[in-house]
């Protein structure tokens, strides 16, 4: 499975964007899938995940109520909208495809996108 995220660039704070995760191959939709970001000078974490069929989520407690990750499984693409968007979120956004089964953990995924910048100005 190849990834390409997309959707970054630079928004003020309290504004939105809506990332997207192009993804290869036929079998997109028995993945799991997750988005996670890093900082500069900061590890990489989790932001949201979502299972196969789109029937479960979760959320870091950090971004929870503003982002809403979703897919669409004819279009081997899964989605991260960002509202109200403040200058922690500051970040390069990576898209990844767990084969197995829904988590938070960045090492359990099998598959990475490049990571998509996203800045956000106060």
């Known amino acids: 499975v190849q990834l390409q995220a997309s959707g970054g660039g630079l928004v003020q704070a309290g504004g939105s964007l809506r990332l997207s995760c192009a993804a290869s191959g036929r079998t997109f939709s028995s993945y799991a899938m997750g988005w996670f970001r890093q900082a500069p000078g900061k590890e990489r974490e989790f932001v949201a995940a979502?299972?196969?069929?789109?029937?479960?989520?979760y959320y870091a407690d950090s971004v929870k109520g503003r982002f809403t990750i979703s897919r669409d499984n004819a279009k081997n693409t899964v989605y991260l909208q960002m509202n109200s968007l403040k200058p922690e979120d500051t970040a390069v956004y990576y898209c990844?495809?767990?084969?197995?089964?829904?988590?938070?953990?960045?090492?359990?995924?099998?598959?990475w996108g490049q990571g998509t910048l996203v800045t956000v100005s106060s």
């Open positions: 990844a495809a767990d084969r197995s089964k829904i988590t938070t953990t960045p090492r359990s995924y099998d598959y």
């Open positions: 979502i299972n196969w069929s789109g029937g479960s989520t």
